[in-house]
T-cell receptor, first 112, second 116 residues
Framework: DTGVSQNPRHKITKRGQNVTFRCDPI?????LYWYRQTLGQGPEFLTY????????KSRLLSDRFSAERPKGSFSTLEIQRTEQGDSAMYLC??????????FGPGTRLTVL | AQTVTQSQPEMSVQEAETVTLSCTYD???????LFWYKQPPSRQMILVIR??????QNATENRFSVNFQKAAKSFSLKISDSQLGDAAMYFC?????????????FGKGTKLSVKP
């Protein structure tokens, strides 16, 4: 299967700890998106890469959040000094230019 | 700013019957894309159907079809011959013109239950 993959699938951490999530997009897709989904809500856009360039960041992405996509392949999303409000599902999606986005299974973060 | 509204938090349908999920959106763009995604419990989001705003013909994918009313900014999803496997959260999503960054704007979702 060559779909979008995300690791880990679940992460439990204590408040104040740093966490990092990984997304591996579909190989020929040059666009990669991160979204956050809280319970009972639709996903909300966080940030977007075209190849290795991070072209847009939502106001939801505070300075505790950082994302990278070295060499335009996989991407990582790091959250520093986690807070309980960071508890959510973090979704990654990839697409060719201007086309449909395909989602990964998500990483569910629980901050205790 | 673009917004997407799904006014039905929950819907229920009898197996083999037809159900329609509503979605309205707001945009000043004339060229855009609309999507319905399905998110089963604890499973990943998958694309159900896609509509390009410049196409007048409503999109259809097997048992799934849309009623796209551009002037009314309405984009409803019809599921025919409902099956137990259709039970899921359904999200309506908007994406701007092809040259834009392309991030999706989602509604809050409609939880569909299918009764046997």
């Amino acid at each position: 299967d060559t779909g979008v993959s995300q690791n880990p699938r679940h992460k439990i951490t204590k408040r104040g700890q740093n966490v990092t999530f990984r997304c591996d997009p579909i190989s020929e897709h040059n666009r990669l998106y991160w979204y956050r989904q809280t319970l009972g809500q639709g996903p909300e856009f966080l940030t977007y890469f075209q190849n290795e360039a991070q072209l847009e960041k939502s106001r939801l992405l505070s300075d505790r959040f950082s994302a990278e996509r070295p060499k335009g392949s996989f991407s990582t999303l790091e959250i520093q000094r986690t807070e309980q409000g960071d508890s959510a599902m973090y979704l990654c999606a990839s697409s060719p230019p201007g086309d449909t986005q395909y989602f990964g299974p998500g990483t569910r973060l629980t901050v205790l | 700013a673009q917004t997407v509204t799904q006014s039905q938090p929950e819907m229920s349908v009898q197996e083999a019957e037809t159900v329609t999920l509503s979605c309205t959106y707001d945009t000043s763009e004339s060229d855009y894309y609309l999507f319905w995604y399905k998110q089963p419990p604890s499973r990943q989001m998958i694309l159900v159907i896609r509509q390009e705003a410049y196409k007048q013909q409503n999109a259809t994918e097997n048992r799934f079809s849309v009623n796209f009313q551009k002037a009314a900014k309405s984009f409803s999803l019809k599921i025919s011959d409902s099956q137990l496997g259709d039970a899921a959260m359904y999200f309506c999503a908007y994406r701007g013109p092809g040259g834009s960054q392309g991030n999706l704007i989602f509604g809050k979702g409609t939880k569909l239950s299918v009764k046997p």
